[in-house]
């Protein structure tokens, strides 16, 4: 059983940093790119951000570059989301995603299946 579990969340103002994590147990990790998604009621899911599973070639939505960085950690199961300058438009809840097979391509959306329950993000005007 895969499972992802993310942590990190909070409310922060305008300007503000978070950092958010996510533990990945019940799948090799160290042999899956994985993601970070967003989604914010009545909205569509966002594609934020995924890296390769060596922790090289990461990728970002154009919103977020250069505010926000995606790492991982395969000795500890992690990856991480710093996330800089935040804006109000970046409330939301941040979902962790791995694909549904290692050799998936990290850097389409469209190939994540497994899903964490998410981390509530606040940003206050």
């Known amino acids: 059983q895969v499972q992802l579990v993310e942590s990190g969340g909070g409310l922060v103002q305008a300007g503000g940093s978070l950092r958010l994590s996510c533990v990945a147990s019940?799948?090799?990790?160290?042999?899956?790119?994985m993601g970070w998604f967003r989604r914010t009621p009545g909205k569509e899911r966002e594609f934020v951000a995924a890296?390769?599973?060596?922790?090289?070639?990461?990728t970002y939505a154009d919103f977020v570059k250069g505010r926000f960085t995606i790492s991982r950690d395969n000795g500890k199961r992690t990856v991480s989301l710093q996330m800089n300058s935040l804006k109000p438009e970046d409330t939301a809840v941040y979902y962790c995603?791995?694909?549904?097979?290692?050799?998936?391509?990290?850097?389409?959306?469209?190939?994540?299946?497994?899903w964490g329950q998410g981390t509530q993000v606040t940003v206050s005007s």
């Open positions: 995603a791995a694909p549904a097979t290692s050799d998936a391509p990290y850097y389409l959306d469209t190939t994540y299946s497994f």
């Open positions: 019940g799948l090799p990790f160290s042999a899956y790119g």
């Open positions: 890296i390769s599973r060596s922790g090289s070639s990461p």
